[in-house]
């Protein structure tokens, strides 16, 4: 167990972490349709951001920069919902969601300073107004892309790692990943 991984048996759950796992990069499985679905715009993020197709880049060029990196350090969050139909509280969710990835980004870096790829929750909402697509993104280092942007399988990911895709009923799970090189 290296020092990071110590590190989360001890605080993965004060982190907000439900689960996690590390995989190497050749394990992800990936597919244009994850795009497509992008395209149907059911988060209606699609086109509004740069952290979003097209903005994020082909599917090719986000494939690319996640094969770089030799591994990935795959976690989920589970939150809460008063009933399915709890739309509130699954975007409370993503929100919580994305504060979890901030925080989980930065104890990684403690620990591999070394350049990585965070991919968390959709869309961006560091800004009042995106400049997509009229300038470049004001904060290029804080926006992170959707794990579905970059046309990973989430689903397939999850079983690999062995962490839940969902939780059962009446809750909302997300999922973030961090690529990296091992040291
Ligand atoms: S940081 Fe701002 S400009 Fe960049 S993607 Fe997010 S909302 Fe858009």
Redesign the pocket.
Known sequence: MNDFETFLTANSSALGIHQYGFLETSQLSFSEGVRSLCEMNACGHYNT???CPPGVGTYEECRDRIMKYSHVFVFSSKHDLEDSYDFDGMMAGKDRHNEICEAVLKQFRNFYPKDCLILAGEG????AK???PDSP????D??YPSIESYGVEVNRVAATTGINYINGANTVTYFGCICFDKV
Not at 124 to 127: A, D, I, L, P, T
Not at 137 to 140: E, K
């Open positions: 951001t740069w952290v961006c909402s560091r800004c995106c400049t997509y993104c004001r904060f290029p804080q926006a």
